[in-house]
C-alpha cells in the first residue's frame, strides 16, 4: 500500500527566510510525487511533480523538492518566502494507474 | 490550453434536498475525471473517478452519486442531503495516457442548514 504523511500541519516562516514543508512517502514500487498549493476557497494548483526523472524538480514560483529514496522523503523548499506563498500544501502519491493520495496537508503563514 | 469549470461556486441547501454540482473540462479529449471533497480542516477525500462515459467507480460508500453523461462532463448528484455532506468539492482531470499529474477546478462550497 502507499501513503504519504506531512510531517507539520502547520509551518511559520518570516518573510524572506527559507521554507521547508516535509513529506514522507510509503511505496512498494518507484512513486510518483506532487506538491499541491491551495489557497483559501481556491482549487489546487499543482507545484511540481516527480516522475522518476531527475531526483531535484523544480516548480513554479521558485519552488522545489528532492527526492530521496534512501530517506523516503520528498520535501518541499524555497529559498526566501514570500507572503504571498501564505497557503496550504499538499503532497500526493499517485496509487495505481488514476488515483492519488494525499497528505493531510501543511498551512504555511508568513510573518512579515 | 485546457480548463476546467465547476459550478455553482457556493450553494446553502437545507437538509433532505437534493444537489447537483456540474464539472466541465475544455481543450482535451477522454480525460479521467475525479471528485473529491475536503472537509474542514481535513484533507481531500476522493468520491469518485471516471475514465470514460457512463464509467464511475465509487471510492467511499455514502449518500451520493456521479455520472457523466458525456465525455468532459461530470455530475455530483445526491437525492437527500445530509449534514455531513458539507464541504468544499473539487472536480480535477488528467490526462487518459501519460503522467499521473492532475488539474483541478475552482471548487463548490456546499453548505447544508
Known amino acids: 500500500a502507499q501513503s504519504v504523511t506531512q510531517l507539520d500541519s502547520h509551518v511559520s516562516v518570516s518573510e524572506g527566510t527559507p521554507v521547508l514543508l516535509r513529506c514522507n512517502y510509503s511505496s512498494s514500487y518507484s512513486p510518483s510525487l506532487f506538491w499541491y498549493v491551495q489557497h483559501p476557497n481556491k482549487g489546487l494548483q499543482l507545484l511540481l511533480k516527480y516522475t522518476s526523472a531527475a531526483t531535484l524538480v523544480k516548480g513554479i514560483n521558485g519552488f522545489e523538492a528532492e527526492f530521496k529514496k534512501s530517506e523516503t522523503s520528498f520535501h518541499l523548499t524555497k529559498p526566501s518566502a514570500h507572503m504571498s506563498d501564505a497557503a496550504e500544501y499538499f503532497c500526493?502519491?499517485?496509487?495505481?494507474?488514476?488515483?492519488?493520495?494525499f497528505g493531510t496537508g501543511t498551512r504555511l503563514k508568513v510573518l512579515a | 490550453s485546457q480548463t476546467i469549470h465547476q459550478w455553482p461556486a457556493t450553494l446553502v441547501q437545507p437538509v433532505g434536498s437534493p444537489l447537483s454540482l456540474e464539472c466541465t473540462v475544455e481543450g482535451t479529449s477522454n480525460p479521467n475525471l475525479y471528485w473529491y471533497r475536503q472537509a474542514a480542516g481535513r484533507g481531500l477525500q476522493l468520491l469518485f473517478y471516471s475514465v470514460g462515459i457512463g464509467q464511475i467507480s465509487s471510492e467511499v460508500p455514502q449518500n451520493l452519486s456521479a455520472s457523466r453523461p458525456q465525455d468532459r462532463q461530470f455530475i455530483l448528484s445526491s437525492k437527500k442531503l445530509l449534514l455531513s455532506d458539507s464541504g468544499f468539492y473539487l472536480c480535477?482531470?488528467?490526462?487518459?495516457?501519460?503522467?499521473?499529474?492532475?488539474?483541478f477546478g475552482p471548487g463548490t462550497r456546499l453548505t447544508v442548514t
Open positions: 500526493a502519491i499517485g496509487s495505481g494507474t488514476y488515483k492519488y493520495i
Open positions: 480535477a482531470w488528467s490526462h487518459a495516457v501519460g503522467g499521473h499529474e492532475q488539474y
